[in-house]
C-alpha cells in the first residue's frame, strides 16, 4: 500500500473518532486536551505536560484549560507536596462525551484479529514517535515500554508490582497504558510483553 494512503487513512480515521466530540460545542483544541488528560498518568495531568505533548506554549494550553474548568469538564487539585502545582483531572461529564468516539475505536480495535492487533499498535508507535521526532514533540509513550519502568510485576512483602525509577513511584497495574511526559523508549521485549500481559488481566 503506498505510504499516502496509509497516511490519510490514518488522518480520517482521527477525524471521523472525534467528530462526535465536537458536537457538544467544544473546540478541536479543547477535544484534543480532554482526550490527552483521560490518557496522561498522574505525573503528566499538568499544564506544562498537556502544552509539552502538543508542543503549544503554556499561556495558549493554560487558556484552552481554564474553559475546560469553567464548563466543568476538568478539574483541578492542588499538590499536597508542592502547593504551586496542580493535576488535572477529568469529570464524569467529560468521560460520557470521550467515550463515544473511543469505544468505537475499541470496538473497531477489538474486531482485529489477536496478533494484528499487536502488530498494528508497534506499526502506529513507531509512526508517532518519527513524526513526534520530526516535529521536536517529546517522545511520550507508556510505561509498559518504558526504560524507567522498575519490577518483574511480582509481588513481595511491603513492595509493588511496579515502580516508576525517574520519580522513584509505585505504579498500579491500571497505570501501566497511560501517556507519561517522563518516558524513554527502549524497555526489553520480554518485560514489555509481561507488563502488558498483566495489565490485561
Request: glycine share 8%; with cysteine; hydrophobic share 40%.
Amino acid at each position: 500500500m503506498h505510504s499516502r494512503v496509509i497516511a490519510d487513512l490514518v488522518l480520517r480515521l482521527g477525524y471521523i473518532a472525534s467528530g462526535d466530540g465536537l458536537t457538544e460545542r467544544l473546540t478541536p483544541a479543547q477535544w484534543s486536551a480532554l482526550s490527552y488528560f483521560g490518557r496522561a498518568n498522574r505525573f503528566s495531568r499538568t499544564p506544562s505536560a498537556f502544552a509539552e505533548f502538543h508542543g503549544t506554549t503554556r499561556g495558549t494550553a493554560s487558556q484552552t484549560i481554564k474553559s475546560l474548568v469553567a464548563q466543568g469538564y476538568l478539574k483541578q487539585t492542588r499538590s499536597e507536596a508542592d502547593r504551586r502545582s496542580i493535576r488535572l483531572d477529568l469529570t464524569d461529564n467529560a468521560r460520557v462525551i470521550l467515550s463515544i468516539p473511543f469505544e468505537a475505536l475499541v470496538r473497531a480495535a477489538d474486531a482485529l484479529p489477536p496478533g494484528v492487533r499487536g502488530h498494528f499498535a508497534n506499526v502506529l508507535q513507531r509512526m508517532l514517535g518519527q513524526v513526534a521526532r520530526e516535529r521536536g514533540k517529546p517522545p511520550f509513550g507508556t510505561c509498559a515500554s518504558c526504560e524507567h519502568l522498575e519490577g518483574d510485576g511480582c509481588c513481595r512483602e511491603g513492595q509493588t508490582p511496579y515502580r516508576c525509577g525517574f520519580v522513584s513511584e509505585p505504579l498500579l497495574v491500571a497505570e501501566l497504558d497511560e501517556l507519561c511526559i517522563h518516558f524513554v523508549p527502549g524497555k526489553p521485549t520480554a518485560m514489555k510483553d509481561a507488563v502488558t500481559g498483566a495489565a490485561a488481566r
